[in-house]
C-alpha cells in the first residue's frame, strides 16, 4: 500500500471510530436506536406524513426541543439503549402523571410528541 | 271534554278546582295526574290540535348575546307542546346537580335530589319509559354487547339515557293522550284559549282569576282554586312579567328575578377520539329497541376537583359528524316545520357524505358531542319586547348569555377525557379548534344549544332568593304555582323533561294535599 493511500484510510477508520465519540462526548447526544423514535400508538392512527407534521409543529412550539440533541436527551437520557417498550411504558406513564402536551388540538404525551418531532429533524437531516 | 274556545261567547266565565296553563309535558302529566279524581280541571291550550301558524306566532321574539334559534320555532304552541319536537332523551339529574358548589355562582337549590326521587320514578308513566334503573349493570343484563371501554371508574362513568316511546318522532305527548284527555269526565281541555293575563286581588297574594282570548275577539275567565303555569320557561316568565297592571314589575318580580337566570344546555361537537384499535361494544349506539343511549360521564369528585360544570360526552362517528352542519346553523327558519326538515335533510346529507369513508382509522374515531350544564347566570334573562302579539301582550326577548366557567368546564371535560382514554391506552384525542387556546372565553356562533329552556322562575327558599318555593308555588302569591324546566336552579346535564315531568307531579301533590286541607 503507497503511503498516501495508506494514510487516507487510518484517517477514516479515525473519522468513523470518533464521530459516535464525538457525538457523545461533544456534543453530547445519547446513544439510541433509530428505529425506535417511531411513535408506536401514533401510528396505529397516523401515516408518516402526519407524524412528521405533528413534531414539526412540537418543534416550533418548543424551540428548546427543535435539535436532535435536545430531544434524544429528553427521550433517552436514563438509558444508552432505550427500547421501544419503554418509550411505550413511558408514553403510558405521561398519561397517569399528566405530563401532556397538545399540538394542533391533540393532547398528546409529551414523550410521543417528542418521538415525533425526533423524526422530523431525521427525516428534515435525511432530505 | 274538549271545548274549542273559539265557539265561546264573551265574558264567559269557566269554574273549576285547579287551572292548568299549557298542555306541554308538565301540564300534561299534571292533568293526566287528576284524571278520575273528583276535582274539576281546567286545562288550557293556546293552539290546537293540530300546528297553527296564526298561534305560533306569540312564541316570536328577538334574541340578544350568544347566537340562539329562532324563539319562534324552538317550541310548539299546540296541544301537547313541544314534546311534537321532543328527542324523548331522559336521564335524571345527578345528586351533585342539586348541591351548592362553591364554584359555581348562584347554584343553591333549597332541596336535593331525594325530594324528587319518588317523583322521577312517577314520571316514567307518563313518559312511557322503561323501568326505573338507570344502571348500566342492569342494562348490560338486558342486553349483550354494551361494554364499557376500560377506563378509571374512579374518573368516568357511564351515564344511562332512556329513549321515550312518547317521543316527537311518535308523535309526542298529543298522540299519546289527546283521546284520554278527552275523555276524562273530570278534564275540561280548552283549545284556544290563550292567556292574556293573570289576575289577582289586593294585595296581589292570591290569582282571582286569568284571562284567556279565544281567537275569536272574545275574552273569557277562568277562576279556580289554583293556577299552575305550564307553558314552558319562556312563556311562564313572559305572562308573569306581562301580568303587571297590579305590580308594577310583574307577578312574583318583587326582586327581579323573573325571566333571569335562563339557562340552556349546550351540546357542542367538542373533540375527536381515535380508537388505536377496534373495540368491538354497542353502548354508544342509539338502541333504538333497548330505548337506551349512554354518554361519558365525570365523577362528582372529579368536578369538585377541577371546580367545574357538570357535563357529558356521547360518541357519533367522526366519519359522519364531520360532515354534519352544527343544528344552530340549519335551525334558522321561524316555521318549525321548515327548521325541522332542514335538520332532518343536513342529516341525510351527511350520511351521504359520511360514505366516502370506508377504510382507515377514521372507522374507528368518535367525535365527543358534549353536553353540558350552564352556570346560573343572572343576566341570561328573558325580558318583554316592545313588540306585541295579536292580543296585545308583550312578546319575549331572550339575552342569552354564557360565562368564562362555562367555557373553562367544557374545556377542562374534553381534556380529561383525552387524558382517560391515553391512560387506558385505548385512544388518542384532538380538542376542536375553539378549545385550544386556554385563555379564549369565547363561544363560537356555532355553538348549540338543545333548544332547553330553563331557569326563568328559578326555586329559592326566600322571595329574594327565587321566584317560585321548594313547592313552585309563587313567593307570596299562595295559589299560583309553575310547572316545568323554569323552576331549575341548575340545569345538570342531562335532557330537562323528566327531571320536569317529575317536578310537575311533585307540584301536582302538593296541590291535591293543599286542596284537601282548603276544603
Same mark, same amino acid.
Given at each position: 500500500?503507497?503511503?498516501?493511500?495508506?494514510?487516507?484510510?487510518?484517517?477514516?477508520?479515525?473519522?468513523?471510530?470518533?464521530?459516535?465519540?464525538?457525538?457523545?462526548?461533544?456534543?453530547?447526544?445519547?446513544?439510541?436506536?433509530?428505529?425506535?423514535?417511531?411513535?408506536?400508538?401514533?401510528?396505529?392512527?397516523?401515516?408518516?406524513?402526519?407524524?412528521?407534521?405533528?413534531?414539526?409543529?412540537?418543534?416550533?412550539?418548543?424551540?428548546?426541543?427543535?435539535?436532535?440533541?435536545?430531544?434524544?436527551?429528553?427521550?433517552?437520557?436514563?438509558?444508552?439503549?432505550?427500547?421501544?417498550?419503554?418509550?411505550?411504558?413511558?408514553?403510558?406513564?405521561?398519561?397517569?402523571?399528566?405530563?401532556?402536551?397538545?399540538?394542533?388540538?391533540?393532547?398528546?404525551?409529551?414523550?410521543?410528541?417528542?418521538?415525533?418531532?425526533?423524526?422530523?429533524?431525521?427525516?428534515?437531516?435525511?432530505? | 271534554?274538549?271545548?274549542?274556545?273559539?265557539?265561546?261567547?264573551?265574558?264567559?266565565?269557566?269554574?273549576?278546582?285547579?287551572?292548568?296553563?299549557?298542555?306541554?309535558?308538565?301540564?300534561?302529566?299534571?292533568?293526566?295526574?287528576?284524571?278520575?279524581?273528583?276535582?274539576?280541571?281546567?286545562?288550557?291550550?293556546?293552539?290546537?290540535?293540530?300546528?297553527?301558524?296564526?298561534?305560533?306566532?306569540?312564541?316570536?321574539?328577538?334574541?340578544?348575546?350568544?347566537?340562539?334559534?329562532?324563539?319562534?320555532?324552538?317550541?310548539?304552541?299546540?296541544?301537547?307542546?313541544?314534546?311534537?319536537?321532543?328527542?324523548?332523551?331522559?336521564?335524571?339529574?345527578?345528586?351533585?346537580?342539586?348541591?351548592?358548589?362553591?364554584?359555581?355562582?348562584?347554584?343553591?337549590?333549597?332541596?336535593?335530589?331525594?325530594?324528587?326521587?319518588?317523583?322521577?320514578?312517577?314520571?316514567?308513566?307518563?313518559?312511557?319509559?322503561?323501568?326505573?334503573?338507570?344502571?348500566?349493570?342492569?342494562?348490560?343484563?338486558?342486553?349483550?354487547?354494551?361494554?364499557?371501554?376500560?377506563?378509571?371508574?374512579?374518573?368516568?362513568?357511564?351515564?344511562?339515557?332512556?329513549?321515550?316511546?312518547?317521543?316527537?318522532?311518535?308523535?309526542?305527548?298529543?298522540?299519546?293522550?289527546?283521546?284520554?284527555?278527552?275523555?276524562?269526565?273530570?278534564?275540561?281541555?280548552?283549545?284556544?284559549?290563550?292567556?292574556?293575563?293573570?289576575?289577582?286581588?289586593?294585595?296581589?297574594?292570591?290569582?282571582?282569576?286569568?284571562?284567556?282570548?279565544?281567537?275569536?275577539?272574545?275574552?273569557?275567565?277562568?277562576?279556580?282554586?289554583?293556577?299552575?303555569?305550564?307553558?314552558?320557561?319562556?312563556?311562564?316568565?313572559?305572562?308573569?312579567?306581562?301580568?303587571?297592571?297590579?305590580?308594577?314589575?310583574?307577578?312574583?318580580?318583587?326582586?327581579?328575578?323573573?325571566?333571569?337566570?335562563?339557562?340552556?344546555?349546550?351540546?357542542?361537537?367538542?373533540?375527536?377520539?381515535?380508537?388505536?384499535?377496534?373495540?368491538?361494544?354497542?353502548?354508544?349506539?342509539?338502541?333504538?329497541?333497548?330505548?337506551?343511549?349512554?354518554?361519558?360521564?365525570?365523577?362528582?369528585?372529579?368536578?369538585?376537583?377541577?371546580?367545574?360544570?357538570?357535563?357529558?360526552?356521547?360518541?357519533?362517528?367522526?366519519?359522519?359528524?364531520?360532515?354534519?352542519?352544527?343544528?344552530?346553523?340549519?335551525?334558522?327558519?321561524?316555521?318549525?316545520?321548515?327548521?325541522?326538515?332542514?335538520?332532518?335533510?343536513?342529516?341525510?346529507?351527511?350520511?351521504?357524505?359520511?360514505?366516502?369513508?370506508?377504510?382507515?382509522?377514521?372507522?374507528?374515531?368518535?367525535?365527543?358531542?358534549?353536553?353540558?350544564?350552564?352556570?346560573?347566570?343572572?343576566?341570561?334573562?328573558?325580558?318583554?319586547?316592545?313588540?306585541?302579539?295579536?292580543?296585545?301582550? *308583550?312578546?319575549?326577548? !331572550?339575552?342569552?348569555?354564557?360565562?368564562? %366557567?362555562?367555557? +373553562?368546564?367544557?374545556? $377542562? /371535560?374534553? @381534556?380529561?377525557?383525552?387524558?382517560?382514554?391515553?391512560?387506558?391506552?385505548?385512544?388518542?384525542?384532538?380538542?376542536?379548534?375553539?378549545?385550544?387556546?386556554?385563555?379564549?372565553?369565547?363561544?363560537?356562533?356555532?355553538?348549540?344549544?338543545?333548544?332547553?329552556?330553563?331557569?326563568?322562575?328559578?326555586?329559592?327558599?326566600?322571595?329574594?332568593?327565587?321566584?317560585?318555593?321548594?313547592?313552585?308555588?309563587?313567593?307570596?302569591?299562595?295559589?299560583?304555582?309553575?310547572?316545568?324546566?323554569?323552576?331549575?336552579?341548575?340545569?345538570?346535564?342531562?335532557? *330537562?323533561?323528566?327531571? !320536569?315531568?317529575?317536578?310537575?307531579?311533585? %307540584?301536582?301533590? +302538593?296541590?291535591?294535599? $293543599? /286542596?284537601? @286541607?282548603?276544603?
Amino acid at each position: 500500500m503507497k503511503r498516501r493511500n495508506f494514510m487516507l484510510l487510518v484517517s477514516a477508520g479515525v473519522v468513523a471510530v470518533s464521530v459516535p465519540f464525538v457525538n457523545q462526548v461533544y456534543f453530547d447526544i445519547p446513544d439510541y436506536d433509530k428505529e425506535s423514535i417511531f411513535p408506536q400508538f401514533l401510528s396505529l392512527i397516523w401515516d408518516e406524513e402526519s407524524i412528521s407534521d405533528i413534531g414539526a409543529k412540537y418543534a416550533a412550539k418548543f424551540p428548546e426541543e427543535s435539535r436532535e440533541r435536545s430531544l434524544a436527551k429528553a427521550l433517552f437520557s436514563d438509558s444508552a439503549s432505550q427500547s421501544k417498550d419503554k418509550l411505550l411504558a413511558l408514553t403510558q406513564s405521561d398519561f397517569f402523571n399528566g405530563n401532556l402536551v397538545t399540538i394542533d388540538g391533540w393532547v398528546l404525551s409529551k414523550t410521543e410528541a417528542r418521538q415525533c418531532a425526533l423524526h422530523y429533524i431525521m427525516n428534515q437531516t435525511k432530505a | 271534554m274538549h271545548i274549542d274556545a273559539r265557539k265561546l261567547s264573551a265574558n264567559n266565565i269557566i269554574e273549576g278546582d285547579i287551572c292548568i296553563i299549557g298542555t306541554g309535558p308538565a301540564g300534561l302529566s299534571i292533568a293526566l295526574d287528576w284524571m278520575n279524581t273528583p276535582y274539576k280541571v281546567i286545562l288550557l291550550e293556546a293552539g290546537g290540535f293540530e300546528y297553527d301558524d296564526s298561534v305560533q306566532d306569540m312564541l316570536s321574539g328577538d334574541a340578544t348575546g350568544q347566537r340562539y334559534f329562532p324563539l319562534r320555532s324552538t317550541r310548539l304552541a299546540q296541544f301537547g307542546g313541544t314534546s311534537g319536537h321532543w328527542a324523548g332523551m331522559c336521564s335524571p339529574f345527578d345528586e351533585i346537580d342539586f348541591e351548592k358548589r362553591d364554584w359555581v355562582p348562584n347554584s343553591e337549590w333549597p332541596i336535593s335530589k331525594k325530594d324528587l326521587e319518588p317523583y322521577y320514578e312517577q314520571a316514567h308513566f307518563p313518559l312511557k319509559l322503561g323501568p326505573y334503573n338507570y344502571d348500566l349493570g342492569f342494562w348490560q343484563e338486558q342486553w349483550p354487547n354494551l361494554n364499557p371501554f376500560p377506563l378509571d371508574e374512579n374518573v368516568i362513568w357511564n351515564k344511562v339515557w332512556q329513549l321515550s316511546k312518547v317521543s316527537g318522532w311518535n308523535g309526542g305527548l298529543k298522540q299519546a293522550y289527546q283521546d284520554l284527555i278527552i275523555k276524562a269526565p273530570n278534564i275540561q281541555l280548552y283549545t284556544y284559549a290563550t292567556l292574556v293575563d293573570i289576575k289577582g286581588n289586593e294585595p296581589v297574594n292570591s290569582v282571582q282569576e286569568v284571562e284567556i282570548n279565544n281567537r275569536s275577539n272574545n275574552t273569557l275567565k277562568v277562576r279556580a282554586k289554583h293556577y299552575i303555569l305550564a307553558m314552558g320557561a319562556i312563556q311562564n316568565a313572559r305572562m308573569l312579567l306581562a301580568s303587571n297592571r297590579q305590580a308594577k314589575n310583574g307577578l312574583g318580580n318583587d326582586h327581579d328575578l323573573v325571566g333571569r337566570f335562563f339557562m340552556e344546555h349546550l351540546e357542542v361537537d367538542t373533540a375527536e377520539m381515535w380508537l388505536l384499535k377496534p373495540f368491538p361494544t354497542e353502548l354508544n349506539h342509539f338502541n333504538q329497541q333497548l330505548m337506551f343511549w349512554n354518554e361519558l360521564a365525570l365523577r362528582k369528585e372529579v368536578l369538585r376537583n377541577e371546580k367545574i360544570l357538570n357535563g357529558t360526552c356521547g360518541l357519533s362517528p367522526t366519519a359522519y359528524a364531520r360532515h354534519v352542519t352544527p343544528r344552530i346553523d340549519v335551525w334558522q327558519n321561524e316555521d318549525p316545520r321548515e327548521s325541522v326538515d332542514n335538520i332532518f335533510k343536513s342529516w341525510d346529507e351527511a350520511e351521504e357524505k359520511a360514505k366516502a369513508h370506508n377504510q382507515g382509522a377514521i372507522m374507528r374515531a368518535f367525535t365527543f358531542q358534549t353536553r353540558m350544564e350552564q352556570s346560573p347566570n343572572p343576566n341570561s334573562r328573558i325580558t318583554l319586547s316592545e313588540k306585541k302579539d295579536a292580543f296585545g301582550v *308583550p312578546l319575549a326577548n !331572550l339575552n342569552w348569555e354564557l360565562s368564562p %366557567l362555562d367555557k +373553562r368546564s367544557l374545556r $377542562r /371535560i374534553n @381534556q380529561i377525557m383525552a387524558k382517560e382514554v391515553g391512560k387506558a391506552g385505548i385512544a388518542r384525542v384532538k380538542l376542536n379548534d375553539f378549545l385550544i387556546d386556554e385563555s379564549d372565553d369565547s363561544f363560537p356562533k356555532s355553538t348549540n344549544g338543545g333548544w332547553h329552556h330553563m331557569g326563568t322562575t328559578r326555586m329559592g327558599a326566600s322571595p329574594n332568593k327565587g321566584v317560585v318555593d321548594i313547592h313552585c308555588q309563587v313567593h307570596g302569591i299562595n295559589n299560583l304555582h309553575v310547572a316545568g324546566s323554569g323552576c331549575y336552579v341548575t340545569s345538570g346535564a342531562p335532557n *330537562p323533561t323528566l327531571t !320536569l315531568v317529575a317536578f310537575a307531579l311533585r %307540584l301536582s301533590d +302538593r296541590i291535591k294535599e $293543599r /286542596i284537601k @286541607q282548603e276544603s
